[in-house]
């Protein structure tokens, strides 16, 4: 282990990620066994698990929530969190990759790359956050390294450089040889560490041959290996571990490991790598910020001004947890921090190592800590908290646009206030939920990121809350955008009633743009609308996109450019311009052709061979189009894009027409054209 002066360089702060059921939350829960934070193993199935600690975690058996714990290996503190792999959940997994230094991509070593793992990989690669690959369930039937690796390299593009071999196959697989120091790695049945040992003969020449293999795609792409190489035609262990970890954390490769998570084979390699070649705080680029409009960086220093982000909150009726990521400076217990957003500041009650729902108490945290902080009454997600001497504004996660909706009432007229509060509370929790009154109805519309979402959603309320609630049937959130526009469309605003009037007069271009989203542009000259009355015209012309014609949905994929105008001495002004931009377009879009958009997903259905003719026929008429077919492990893979308001049920149909035997997953891929007529919302 490197030793060195600043603690810094021993913490990883590191995300696992997968698809659903890849293993994630057993392989998290291996790694608290392993590392000693547990004494007891955890299992999904059974409802023990520290990350899924929730009710509806342990009944689903699946990661909802993003769970945040601590651990410590070889001299190092890992806050690790345990992200979700569902589709619906996305957004939990996109607020935790914007705190990690690094993560760990978990495969199954029979499915390989699945939907929802490309997903995450792709947010990853947003954030570049660099990544080591685990393949668990070696010992199932049908697992394969080489075909799980091909399928990474296919479709996720990195390099894959593969540094074990295992020792069996399916059920015999027993341990892996380590390619950089060769030698074997033995669990015994019921045994917690391995046994290392030679090489085993039978393997003794295909280990040379994949350690040749490494070498040489290390040497291609590191210059200092690549000069060893050269001069001896091998490279040492210390010169191979110092190649993957620069290549790991500039992203030019992808270390990978593999073994079975739930028989606690392969685990002590994995940490033994997070600890090798993820970077610490100090690896990373300093946190960067803004601050009076102007850039500022601020570094890994716990003397520095303090910065930290907070990436999530937990509404609980006891108070609120306020999870923080610290890049910047100190924070202790009753310092006084600053909302940079809002200028607000705030009173640090407590400051907490988390484990999941149980918690340490800490006197203070430094920058590269991932700690829970309570007192903050009005901290969201994504708000920055800074000294107060010391403003800076960090980059908050983005945020996912929600796609379904349904309805939701309280049963009792007396419960529609508490149904209020709660609603509010889950919003505060989770960004992409959002709640709204439907002008038209007077319902309360909760929207989200798929079924599930909303699912989850209102059973807390209902757990948590205590409260009977009437749910309606989801629908999604259609959009418009202009199928072909008008030019020179002439709008004039004058309003007379006693005082100073309002006059505005606009001359507006719309066409259709394919980027999607909105583009304002103005090619007015001489002046004949003044620049402040231009930004008001594009004010009110964002002010018209809420609602469009077709069926007051929101409308993206256009490009108004203001062409012409004229002012009056007297009687013009923001106000009037801004209400001329507004319905200037509003008209405009009436006098356009209009398109109606629709949310499609792309959905993986694996079922038996023998029912794959009804499957497709069920995708034909749900509107579906098959874009591939394949084999693998037995069983058949269709791929399809599917209108998302055609897939509600659709897992209870699946079930069905397979005899249980048939799983999907689905992903959004954006908006396509509707089929079909659509009721206004």
């Given at each position: 282990m490197r030793t060195s002066t600043n603690p810094l360089t021993t913490v990883r702060n590191l995300g696992i990620l997968?698809?659903?059921?890849?293993?994630?939350?057993?392989?998290?829960?291996?790694?608290?066994?392993?590392?000693?934070?547990?004494?007891?193993?955890?299992?999904?199935?059974?409802?023990?698990?520290?990350?899924?600690?929730?009710?509806?975690?342990?009944?689903?058996?699946?990661?909802?929530?993003?769970?945040?714990?601590?651990?410590?290996?070889?001299?190092?503190?890992?806050?690790?969190?345990?992200?979700?792999?569902?589709?619906?959940?996305?957004?939990?997994?996109?607020?935790?990759?914007?705190?990690?230094?690094?993560?760990?991509?978990?495969?199954?070593?029979?499915?390989?790359?699945?939907?929802?793992?490309?997903?995450?990989?792709?947010?990853?690669?947003?954030?570049?956050?660099?990544?080591?690959?685990?393949?668990?369930?070696?010992?199932?039937?049908?697992?394969?390294?080489?075909?799980?690796?091909?399928?990474?390299?296919?479709?996720?593009?990195?390099?894959?450089?593969?540094?074990?071999?295992?020792?069996?196959?399916?059920?015999?697989?027993?341990?892996?040889?380590?390619?950089?120091?060769?030698?074997?790695?033995?669990?015994?049945?019921?045994?917690?560490?391995?046994?290392?040992?030679?090489?085993?003969?039978?393997?003794?020449?295909?280990?040379?041959?994949?350690?040749?293999?490494?070498?040489?795609?290390?040497?291609?792409?590191?210059?200092?290996?690549?000069?060893e190489f050269c001069d001896r035609e091998t490279l040492t262990a210390a010169t191979l571990a110092?190649?993957?970890?620069?290549?790991?954390?500039?992203?030019?490769?992808?270390?990978?490991?593999?073994?079975?998570?739930?028989?606690?084979?392969?685990?002590?390699?994995?940490?033994?790598?997070?600890?090798?070649?993820?970077?610490?705080?100090?690896?990373?680029?300093?946190?960067?910020?803004?601050?009076?409009?102007?850039?500022?960086?601020?570094?890994?220093?716990?003397?520095?001004?303090?910065?930290?982000?907070?990436?999530?909150?937990?509404?609980?009726?006891?108070?609120?947890?306020?999870?923080?990521?610290?890049?910047?400076?100190?924070?202790?217990k009753g310092d006084t921090v600053r909302d940079a957003g809002t200028g607000r500041t705030e009173r640090v009650g407590r400051l907490l190592r988390v484990r999941a729902d149980r918690h340490d108490p800490l006197e203070r945290a430094v920058a590269g800590d991932i700690v829970a902080v309570i007192g903050l009454k009005g901290a969201r997600a994504g708000s920055t908290l800074c000294a107060p001497d010391a403003p800076l504004v960090l980059e908050p996660p983005g945020v996912a646009e929600p796609v379904v909706h349904v309805a939701v009432e309280a049963r009792r007229a007396t419960d529609t206030d508490r149904l209020a509060s709660a609603l509010a509370r889950l919003t505060e929790e989770d960004p992409s939920l959002a709640v709204r009154t439907d002008p038209e109805t007077g319902q309360t519309v909760l929207s989200g990121m798929g079924e599930l979402h909303l699912e989850v959603a209102v059973e807390r309320v209902r757990r948590e809350h205590g409260l009977e609630v009437t749910v309606g049937r989801p629908g999604v959130a259609y959009r418009e955008t202009v199928g072909a526009g008008v030019t020179g469309f002439v709008h004039r605003h004058v309003k007379q009633d006693g005082g100073a009037g309002q006059f505005a007069h606009v001359v507006l271009d719309v066409e259709p743009r394919e980027e999607g989203g909105f583009e304002f542009r103005s090619t007015v000259v001489g002046g004949r609308v003044p620049q402040e009355f231009v930004r008001a015209v594009e004010a009110g012309c964002r002010d018209a996109l809420a609602e469009g014609p077709l069926g007051g949905h929101p409308v993206t994929g256009l490009r108004v450019t203001l062409t012409d105008g004229q002012t009056h001495v007297k009687d013009s002004s923001d106000t009037a311009f801004r209400t001329a931009g507004r319905f200037g377009l509003r008209d405009a879009l009436r006098a356009s052709r209009m398109v109606l958009l629709e949310p499609v997903v792309e959905v993986t259905v694996t079922v038996p061979e023998d029912a794959v003719g009804g499957v497709l026929g069920d995708l034909a008429a749900r509107r579906g189009r098959v874009t591939g077919s394949e084999t693998r492990g037995g069983a058949a893979v269709v791929t399809a894009t599917v209108p998302l308001a055609e897939l509600f049920g659709y897992a209870t149909r699946l079930r069905s027409r397979t005899q249980g035997r048939g799983t999907f997953t689905a992903r959004p891929t954006g908006y396509a054209p509707a089929a079909a007529a659509v009721p206004a919302r």
């Open positions: 997968a698809h659903v059921d890849a293993g994630k939350t057993t392989v998290t829960e291996r790694i608290l066994y392993t590392t000693g934070t547990t004494y007891k193993r955890g299992e999904v199935h059974d409802g023990t698990t520290v990350t899924d600690f929730d009710p509806q975690e342990r009944d689903r058996g699946i990661t909802i929530f993003a769970a945040a714990v601590s651990c410590s290996w070889d001299g190092h503190r890992i806050n690790l969190i345990d992200t979700p792999g569902h589709v619906d959940f996305a957004d939990e997994v996109e607020r935790s990759l914007r705190v990690l230094d690094g993560a760990v991509a978990v495969f199954d070593a029979v499915a390989g790359v699945e939907p929802q793992s490309e997903s995450v990989w792709r947010q990853a690669d947003r954030h570049g956050v660099p990544r080591i690959a685990f393949v668990n369930k070696m010992d199932r039937a049908g697992a394969d390294l080489d075909t799980a690796v091909a399928s990474i390299r296919e479709r996720l593009h990195p390099v894959p450089l593969v540094t074990q071999l295992p020792i069996g196959t399916e059920d015999g697989f027993t341990g892996v040889v380590d390619l950089l120091r060769m030698r074997a790695l033995v669990w015994a049945d019921g045994a917690d560490t391995p046994e290392e040992g030679p090489v085993p003969a039978a393997l003794s020449e295909e280990a040379a041959r994949r350690r040749r293999l490494l070498e040489e795609a290390v040497a291609e792409r590191h210059p200092a290996a690549l000069e110092a190649a993957l970890r620069d290549l790991t954390r500039t992203g030019d490769g992808v270390v990978v490991l593999c073994g079975s998570a739930y028989r606690n084979r392969g685990v002590e390699p994995l940490l033994d790598a997070v600890v090798a070649y993820l970077p610490s705080p100090l690896d990373v680029p300093p946190v960067r910020g803004t601050h009076d409009g102007a850039d500022e960086e601020r570094p890994a220093d716990p003397a520095a001004p303090m910065a930290a982000l907070a990436f999530k909150v937990n509404a609980t009726p006891t108070g609120r947890l306020t999870y923080l990521r610290v890049y910047s400076g100190t924070i202790e």
